[in-house]
Structure formats: structure tokens, C-alpha cells
């Protein structure tokens, strides 16, 4: 049984350039949740998919961006890179109808560069 | 503004040691809260969850208690060992928002 799985693993990127994340979550949820961990911080929270729709967002700009497919899975996109991005970046799964009281599933991350 | 802390970034004890890791909350009146712990590079993993309305909730050598009154959690892991050295996070959320973490504290336990 697959846990939640993040592509790539580890990204270097320009200032100013954009780049998009994948994720696939734990079999048998339906929910995804994204984190951004800089250096030395604990995950904060970017937002979350079900339904293909976002259904909560934390306090990050427009610049970032998500998107849900029907199959469950999910992508996040940052336009125009700042240096400030660089973090590891977190996917997390879970099923909606426990969602609010029962724990995430993360994946590792992926490490993103900016320079 | 709501505020989750956690009391301090290292911790260092001996092996069959004790470990006493707390978060204490302000602004904030959560309905669950949540202990993870995560290792370098890694993401975190779960380890246990906690109501309100629960004052301690025990795992194998883990323990945590919460207490809405002070708006702290204590997070406890008796006998350590040298591989319960990582760092743990303390998160919390009310119903119908998304979890919420502190920084985290690093436990080292040496041998």
C-alpha cells in the first residue's frame, strides 16, 4: 500500500521562473493538503484540495497555486520564484470525511533551490 | 494573532532518560491536537492525537497530556534512546480548519 508520494525529490531553480510540484496521496484518500517547511521552521500550512476545488488557504500569495485531479492527485505551482521559496515543500493526504480529527500522511518533500 | 510554542529548539537528555517536550498555544482554542515527529530530510510522521475534552492519551513509551486551562500540551517519552533522537512537532486545529504547527523541538538523547 503506497504512502503519499512527491516528484520530484529535489529542484534548483532561477529567480523568476516557475515550477510545479506533484503529488499522489496515501491509497484510499481523497484529500491534499500542502506545507511549505523553510529551514529550521516547523510546515506551514499553503492550502488544501478535495473535490478538485481548493477548500482552504493559509496566508501565501497568489503566486501560488494548486490544482486537484480526479484521480485524487495534485499539483502545486509557483510563478515568479523569489529566493524566499526556497523550503521543503510537503504534501499531505487524508480522507475528508475524518479529515478534522484524525492525523496527516506526509511525503518527504520536495527540497526546492531558488537562486 | 494565534501563536503555537513550542518551549525550546534542543533538548538534549541521556539515554533511559525522560524527555519533556511542551507546547503551550495563545489565540487559539483547538479541538484537537497533535503530536508528529520528523527526522532530517524526511517529512513528519504521526505519532498521537488528543482531544479537548481527553487529558492524556498514552502509546507504548509515549505520553501526552493537555491541558485546555493552561492552553499547554506535554509531550513525554520515558526510557529514551538514542533513536528517539529527531525533532517533534506539536499541531493543533479547531474543527473545520487546517492543522496548524509549532517550530518544533530537537530531541537528542545520547548514549
Known amino acids: 500500500d503506497a504512502g503519499v508520494t512527491q516528484s520530484p525529490t529535489h529542484l534548483i531553480k532561477t529567480r523568476g521562473q516557475q515550477v510545479t510540484l506533484r503529488c499522489s496521496p496515501k491509497s484510499g484518500h481523497d484529500t491534499v493538503s500542502w506545507y511549505q517547511q523553510a529551514l529550521g521552521q516547523g510546515p506551514q500550512f499553503i492550502f488544501q484540495y478535495y473535490e478538485e476545488e481548493e477548500r482552504q488557504r ?20 509557483v510563478n515568479a520564484l523569489l529566493l524566499g521559496d526556497s523550503a521543503l515543500y510537503l504534501c499531505a493526504s487524508s480522507s475528508w470525511t475524518v479529515h478534522y480529527n484524525s492525523p496527516l500522511h506526509f511525503g518527504n518533500g520536495t527540497r526546492l533551490t531558488v537562486t | 494573532s494565534q501563536k503555537i510554542e513550542q518551549n ?21 482554542s483547538p479541538a484537537y491536537l497533535q503530536w508528529y515527529r520528523q527526522d532530517p530530510g524526511r517529512g513528519p510522521v504521526f505519532l498521537l492525537l488528543i482531544r479537548e475534552n481527553e487529558k492524556e492519551k498514552r502509546k507504548e513509551r509515549l505520553k501526552v497530556t493537555f491541558d485546555t486551562t493552561l492552553k499547554q500540551s506535554l509531550f513525554h517519552i520515558t526510557a529514551s534512546q538514542p533513536a528517539d533522537s529527531a525533532t517533534y512537532l506539536c499541531a493543533l486545529n479547531q474543527a473545520g480548519t487546517a492543522l496548524i504547527f509549532g517550530k518544533g523541538t530537537t530531541l537528542s538523547v545520547s548514549s
Do not use: V, W
Open chain 1, 58 to 77: 493559509g496566508n501565501f500569495p497568489d503566486r501560488f497555486s494548486g490544482h486537484q485531479f480526479p484521480n485524487y492527485s495534485s499539483e502545486l505551482n
Open chain 2, 8 to 28: 525550546s529548539e534542543a533538548l538534549n537528555i541521556q539515554e533511559g532518560k525522560t524527555a519533556t517536550l511542551t507546547c503551550n498555544y495563545t489565540n487559539y
